[in-house]
């Protein structure tokens, strides 16, 4: 059974509007969020933490940055900023903190989801296989911008 294209639209609206929720109640950092865009086919990246989403969507959340970021909202967070394993934990923590929240979120709009245990990408990494994929780039106050991407099956 397929669904019409205003339930799609309403879901992917919810998303969208969950995941910057979810960011601005895990990150304490003032920031802006620039529009949503769609991307193409593949995505590249150096740095960043995949948490795939499953139920009523699926898809994958990824968050993106130099590790310097990451390192710089983990200093906000807790004190201090970590680099090497402590950094990708941190990484792979913060995902799961904004995706769970997202999950938390959107299921008061009836999307039922859950979240996979995060994925750590380091290196030049290229994604490719998902439907539609959308960017959101936030930048922090004194910290830097990351990209927070829904790929969306």
Not at 76 to 86: K, P, T, W
Not at 125 to 142: F, H, N, P, R, W
Request: aromatic share 6%; with cysteine; charged share 20%.
């Amino acid at each position: 059974m397929s669904i019409s294209i205003e339930e799609r639209n309403r879901t992917v609206r919810d998303l969208l509007n969950g995941t910057f929720t979810s960011f601005k109640n895990v990150v304490p950092i003032k920031h802006e969020i620039k529009k949503p865009q769609l991307l193409g086919k593949s995505l590249h990246l150096q740095y960043g933490v995949l948490i795939g989403i499953t139920g009523d969507i699926k898809g994958n959340l990824i968050l993106s940055s130099n590790p310097g970021v990451f390192s710089s909202i983990s200093e906000v967070m807790f004190g201090m900023s970590l680099d090497g394993d402590m950094l990708a934990s941190f990484s792979g923590e913060l995902g799961n903190m904004i995706a769970g929240c997202l999950s938390t979120i959107i299921v008061e709009n009836g999307i039922k989801t859950d979240i996979t245990s995060p994925t750590i990408m380091e290196g030049n990494t290229t994604l490719s296989g998902y439907e539609k994929a959308i960017q959101l780039t936030i930048v922090m106050d004194g910290t830097g911008e990351m990209d927070i991407f829904l790929l969306l099956d």
